[in-house]
Nanobody, 127 residues
Framework: QGQLVESGGGLVQAGGSLRLSCEAS??????????VAWFRQAPGKEREFVAS????????YYVDSVKGRFTISRDNAKKTVYLRMNSLKPEDAAVYYC??????????????????WGQGTQVTVSS
């Protein structure tokens, strides 16, 4: 049984940067076989798709609100996917979750059903 563990969240001033990590644990869990997406959920709001990356990093997707500021990447040897967040805004504050699935999903797709989810990491942006 595998699981995803997020880390790297914290408190940052507006305009600052953070790098989130999503690491796969479990001896038989090969993250390299999965596409991974990042979601976020702010208090009182619905969960929002942020970015995704295909199993080999060849395809990436970003929602418009983070394009040019966030970068998703992966290191399959380390079983880790990253989300580099620059020029952070107060509206980026949320709990960020990573999720893995064999399908490369984007925000426009319907019927998403990710196989694995992490527990989330809090990102707080002060103005």
């Amino acid at each position: 049984q595998g699981q995803l563990v997020e880390s790297g969240g914290g408190l940052v001033q507006a305009g600052g940067s953070l790098r989130l990590s999503c690491e796969a644990s479990g001896r038989t869990f090969s993250l390299g076989s999965y596409s991974v997406a990042w979601f976020r959920q702010a208090p009182g709001k619905e969960r929002e798709f942020v970015a995704s990356i295909s199993w080999n990093g060849g395809r990436t997707y970003y929602v418009d609100s983070v394009k040019g500021r966030f970068t998703i990447s992966r290191d399959n040897a380390k079983k880790t996917v990253y989300l580099r967040m620059n020029s952070l805004k107060p509206e980026d504050a949320a709990v960020y979750y990573c999720a893995a699935d064999t399908i490369f999903w984007t925000a426009q797709d319907r019927g998403m059903n990710f196989e694995y989810w992490g527990q989330g990491t809090q990102v707080t942006v002060s103005s």
